[in-house]
């Protein structure tokens, strides 16, 4: 897992993994799975999921890069405390799912969190679960 800049101002989780390095076929199966994590973890509470890939193909005008095949997030709080109004800004997290020709793309943005950030991390990580020959 990578961490980076997302245009130099938003930190990111990033993990590529290959088709051949998970048991998960699609991005559908990956969104079933993170939702089981959300709805097992003690503080973690899902509230959607969000559909970007059919979202932007429905506009009249719309972009997406040749090789995404699919693309969800996964939409989710771990608030335990509102000490004040303003961290509604960085509420709810989400976790993207992006379906490549070769495998996935799987991000976040990290959360001002650390119990969040090693949860989402755990998450995603886990999700390479097969062993390549």
């Keep these: 897992m990578k961490q980076s800049l997302l245009q130099e101002k ?4 990033h ?17 079933a799975y993170l939702k089981q994590q959300i709805d097992e973890h003690k503080i973690a509470s899902y509230i ?5 890939y ?15 095949l699919d693309a969800q997030n996964i939409i989710f709080c771990f608030g335990i405390a509102l ?3 303003n961290v509604l800004a960085v509420r709810p997290r989400s ?11 799987i991000n976040f943005m990290e959360a001002p969190m ?7 991390e755990h998450w995603v990580l886990s999700l390479r679960n097969k062993q390549v020959a």
Excluded: C, W
């Excluded at 938003?10 to 989780?13: G, I, L, N, Q, S």
């Design 10 to 13: 938003y930190p990111v989780f």
């Design 15 to 31: 993990l590529e993994l290959e088709k051949s390095e998970t048991t998960f076929n699609n991005v559908d199966e990956i969104i």
């Design 48 to 52: 959607a999921t969000f559909d970007h």
């Design 54 to 68: 059919a979202h932007t193909k429905a506009l009249e005008e719309h972009s997406i890069a040749d090789d995404i």
């Design 83 to 85: 000490p004040n109004a």
């Design 95 to 105: 976790i993207g799912v992006a379906e490549t020709p070769t495998g996935f793309v």
């Design 114 to 120: 650390p119990v969040a950030n090693q949860a989402m």
